[in-house]
């Protein structure tokens, strides 16, 4: 079972690599 701070967690693992291109 996943919980909330799992999917935080993975979403801010999915969005840096988005972030750091940008800038």
Known sequence: ???IA???LLN???LFPF???KS
């Open 6 to 8: 799992d999917v935080k």
């Open 19 to 21: 972030v750091e291109v």
């Open 1 to 3: 079972m996943i919980g």
């Open 12 to 14: 801010l693992g999915m």
